[in-house]
């Protein structure tokens, strides 16, 4: 009996070392001891006149599902949220895909490139949709992932989280991948208020150019490089 215990109790953590943890999608942080630490941090002021700052971003996956999160300072109801994610070859630089003033301008390096996944929602109405570039549109309008499951964001919180099926990402084969979560409003005039890692945001309610998801193209700029993750 005892060496049946001590074999459960092994193997038990054996799993929990094989996997992250697995969060609760409710619009909850539910801890670094889930979550593990931030891939990413922020402490650059978003938009002054959002008022909003995403602070940091969450990775994490288990068997099934990866899981991504975002700490957000000032988040209100009214405003729309973004994760952009690279997890494969191909994927596409184009504008926001709720045509906010904001274009994808994720740099290639290596096996990555262009995000082909955005999961894009509502803070306050319990809408989110997840797109996927299909190699020449983005899919997904008109269906609604949090009413699977699938994500959750809670403005009294500061907290947005979702999942993606590792079936549905079918990462690249080194099974890294990047993402960057960003911030915008309820209007297609509006710009990027913040996002995390930190790319400028705009400085007006109606930017006259869009501001780039991105990083600086010089080479020395480049230790806040969008965050990278590994499935495992
Ligand atoms: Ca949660
Ligand atoms: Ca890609």
């Given at each position: 009996?005892?060496?049946l215990t001590l074999c459960a109790t092994i193997c038990a953590v054996a799993s929990s070392l094989a996997f992250g943890g697995?969060?609760?999608i409710d619009g909850t942080f539910d801890g670094e001891s889930v979550w593990g630490?931030?891939?990413a941090t922020n402490?650059?002021?978003?938009f002054s006149g959002?008022?909003?700052t995403a602070t940091a971003l969450y990775v994490t996956d288990d068997s099934n599902y990866v899981y991504f999160g975002a700490q957000v300072s000032g988040l209100a109801g009214w405003m729309s949220f973004g994760f952009a994610i690279d997890a494969r070859s191909g994927g596409s630089n184009s504008q926001d895909t709720w045509a906010r003033q904001i274009n994808f301008a994720f740099p290639s390096a290596g096996d990555f490139d262009a995000p082909e996944f955005v999961?894009?929602?509502n803070v306050n109405n319990s809408w989110t949709e997840r797109h996927e570039w299909t190699g020449s549109s983005w899919t997904?309008?008109?269906t609604n992932i949090n009413l699977s499951g699938d994500a959750a964001a809670n403005a009294s919180n500061g907290f947005v989280e979702c999942r993606i099926a590792k079936s549905v990402l079918n990462m690249r084969s080194s099974k890294q991948g990047r993402v960057e979560f960003y911030l915008s409003g309820d209007q297609n005039a509006h710009g990027l208020f913040t996002s995390v890692p930190y790319d400028t945001p705009c400085t007006d309610w109606n930017p006259s150019t869009p501001q780039q998801l991105t990083n600086p193209a010089s080479p020395v700029m480049?230790?806040?490089s969008l965050s990278s993750f590994a499935v495992e």
């Open positions: 009996m005892r060496k697995t969060p609760t630490s931030a891939v402490s650059n002021p978003g959002a008022g909003a999961v894009r929602g997904g309008f008109g480049l230790p806040v």
